[in-house]
């Protein structure tokens, strides 16, 4: 078929979109292993879950059997107001790189949210309804997240805490109008509200918070409050699994027209755009069905998967939470001042490390000015402000696609473009007023945090 025949964008019609998601894990010989409780060294029982998670999130979370799993029709309806998302062929970039490669994106950031993880904020807040709850409480790093999850529990009528890393709550106050404005309330952390604030406070006083110094606030708040449970917006199989619907329209559309892409590519934080994106091409692979080179991009000043360790840690600063098997950096890692909030996450989803470990997967990081000189390079041809975090992406695509030009080989590329970079305009002016700084931690560094690694079997 020539390519003359290929539209701009392959929309699908409402009669298409999945009406189920994919769970990898009923395809994988291996399973993930499971989470940890920090107490006893066992696995997490339903129970110990449900006291912090909503029932039926704790079944999917759970769940390594069931292959698909049927998307409530109160969630379909939503998803209809923003999807199908668009899958683009960069015809304009391709041209701009003169490569002979075809590059596809499939661009999540057409929300108000503007980002992929509204997806699963929607299923988490149904669910959360549907057990009769009265509010979630979660934790935000640049904002994506508690933004997503804002809305969904507005159309719900869910009450939502977020808890804000408190650097971003002071450098992003428009992100923290808009959660206001869908009615959540948002406070900076570490704050005085919480234990475990109090004490991340007094050990290291003028901090300016981190991830998984939210998330312990965030699931403290959630088990002392009743009718409240905690949510979270990457890592758990469960948001893989609400994220699948990504890759399943990106295969419906490019099926549509017989077109199998040679490589996948997305940004890696926690893993859930990228679980999301490869989930239904990774199972053929996973089946035997079909191969994909897969790619995994990181930023260097926070490589879990490329110089991470594979094992059980903390998924938060506090060590409140489950133990995750995964790659990790160490739950006391506190990667330095990188602009894509989104991807500074010290662990990995633990599926996505399970395949990475048995070799489904590739990885690779990438440095931050190099990012933002692909982000403007696609700005200018795709008309698309891009996401520092999705511009990891971008990155590697670019990079891929020229050396199909050295090559002259015409693989077929696609990438996810997990959301839009508006609000994060002071990372672009740093840029190009030639500010931005490249960090890469150095092996004592990251030394430092892997040999505090919990010591499990
Ligand atoms: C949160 C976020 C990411 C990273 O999270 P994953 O769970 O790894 O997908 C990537 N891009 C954007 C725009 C985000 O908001």
Redesign the pocket.
């Known amino acids: 078929m020539g390519t003359a025949e290929i539209p701009y964008k392959i929309y699908l019609d409402e009669s298409e979109l999945p009406t189920s998601w994919y769970n990898m894990r009923a395809d994988m010989k291996k399973k993930p292993a499971p989470l940890l409780n920090p107490g006893t060294g066992q696995p997490m029982k339903a129970e110990e879950l449900e006291a912090v998670f909503c029932s039926e999130l704790v079944k999917q979370e759970l769940n390594n059997d069931d292959a698909h799993i049927a998307i409530p029709q109160e969630i379909l309806d939503f998803y209809k107001m923003y999807r199908p998302s668009p899958l683009v062929r960069a015809y304009f970039l391709e041209k701009k790189l003169d490569t002979p490669a075809k590059i596809y994106y499939k661009f999540?950031?057409n929300n108000t949210?503007?980002?992929?993880?509204l997806n699963s904020a929607i299923a988490q807040a149904y669910y959360a309804k549907k057990q009769g709850l009265k509010g979630v409480t979660t934790e935000t790093?640049?904002g994506?997240?508690g933004t997503?999850l804002s809305m969904a529990c507005a159309f719900f009528g869910l009450d939502c805490k977020v808890f804000m890393v408190k650097v971003s709550y002071e450098q992003k106050p428009f992100r923290r109008e808009v959660m206001r404005t869908y009615g959540a309330s948002v406070t900076p952390s570490p704050s005085e509200t919480t234990q475990i604030g109090k004490k991340i406070l007094s050990e290291h006083p003028g901090t300016t918070g981190s991830l998984g110094c939210a998330i312990s606030e965030a699931v403290d708040v959630a088990v002392g409050t009743e009718g409240y449970r905690y949510v979270l917006?990457?890592?758990l199989n469960q948001?893989l699994l609400h994220?699948s619907v990504i890759g399943l329209e990106t295969k419906a559309a490019l099926d549509k027209y017989g077109i199998r892409p040679d490589i996948i590519i997305?940004?890696?934080?926690?893993?859930?755009?990228?679980?999301?994106l490869i989930a239904p091409f990774m199972g053929e692979k996973l089946r035997g069905e079909a191969d994909y080179r897969i790619i995994a991009v990181e930023p260097s000043s926070c490589p879990s998967f490329t110089r991470g360790k594979y094992a059980y840690d903390f998924c938060d600063t506090g060590r409140v939470c489950p133990l995750a098997k995964m790659y990790t950096l160490g739950c006391d890692y506190i990667p330095a001042p990188n602009h894509?909030?989104?991807?500074r996450?010290h662990g990995?989803?633990s599926t996505l490390s399970e395949l990475y470990d048995q070799g489904y997967m590739e990885a690779t990081s990438v440095k931050q000015t190099d990012v933002f000189a692909a982000a403007e390079e696609f700005a200018r041809v795709e008309g698309i402000l891009?996401?520092?975090?999705?511009s990891?992406a971008i990155r590697v695509a670019i990079n891929e696609a020229l050396k199909c030009k050295e090559t002259g080989e015409e693989k077929t590329i696609v990438f996810?473009l997990?959301?839009?970079?508006y609000f994060d305009m002071v990372a672009y002016e740093k840029f190009h007023d030639g500010q931005m700084e490249d960090y890469l931690p150095t092996d004592e560094e990251l030394a430092k945090s892997l040999d505090k690694l919990p010591q499990i079997g």
Request: aromatic share 4%; with cysteine; hydrophobic share 25%.
């Open positions: 999540e950031g949210s503007g980002s992929h993880k790093g640049a994506q997240w997503a917006g990457s890592v948001v994220q997305g940004c890696a934080g926690g893993g859930s755009n990228l679980g999301g894509a909030g989104g991807l996450y990995m989803s891009p996401a520092p975090e999705s990891h996810g997990t959301g839009t970079g």
